[in-house]
């Protein structure tokens, strides 16, 4: 089905691109069907985000599906991710570890291309040695003006795979690929978390003596907690009271603390890897106030809250 979603793209956006765009069944299928079926690959779909665009308002030469690890960015503006490019003249299509081009845009105007260039290669160090069948320089979507945006994507290409319209690859090998792909992907995400002397702050302390391994893990831990949309979820679901001890910001604080509650993330830190956390804000998240979060992630078992509990218990008991 991915071979046939690539195959049907290549084959009739030319001739789709004559037509008027609003309400376009090919484009409907670039943002609905091609995303889902790409969605059914996945083993932890709520870790992602799925999308792809024909286009906004009229048809955009390059058309995309791209695949967004919720923890990294939520929109094709911004962060990495990777993306199915198709080339301008549908000769063929990339798939390519990318990143978001309009944030950077924004950001250096005077450069972005070199910027982007730059950042491709140190996201290319810091998932060190790929597998071979990536490319590591920039691609080539056959556009016609280098004005256009698609010129970003051509030098903000991390690693990528081209398939020739002439010679796609089997559904398998296409699969397999889209796999290596997210592993890659993975590994950048998790990387980056890599702490360095200068970014060690005081509350990491617990971990610190533990080694780079579980600060590395705490900061995967706290960028779970930082999601807006996951912590909110869970705040919603779990309430504004803490699950420890019982606080509550509003009865406290009156309406300064209204709503306000810390979501935890229950993964033992120990366990926590890439795409195989799972993100459930009901059964993966707890709501505490801000000294019970601290203090658990003092305590040895910090997804125990029920030894937590106790342990604040014996206190009030004495
Ligand atoms: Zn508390
Ligand atoms: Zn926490």
Redesign the pocket.
Known sequence: MLRENIERILREYPSAKNEPFSGHALAHFLRHDFPKDLESLVDNPNRYKFTGSAGQGTWANCPWVAVFDILVTESAQSGYYPVYLFQENMKGVYLSLNQGVTEIREKYKDNPKHVLKIRASDFRAQIGPSLEEFQDTPINLAISSTSELAAFYEVGNIYAQYYNSDNLPSEDQLISNFRDMLRLYELLSYNENIPTASSVREQDEPYISKGTEDLRKLREHKRIERNVKLSKAAKKNHGYT?Q??G?NFAKFYGLLGEEFIEAHHLTPISELKGQRVTLDPVHDFAV??S??HSMIHRFEKPEDIEAFKRILRQRNIN
Do not use: K, M
């Open positions: 803490c420890a001890c606080f505490l106030c000294n019970c």
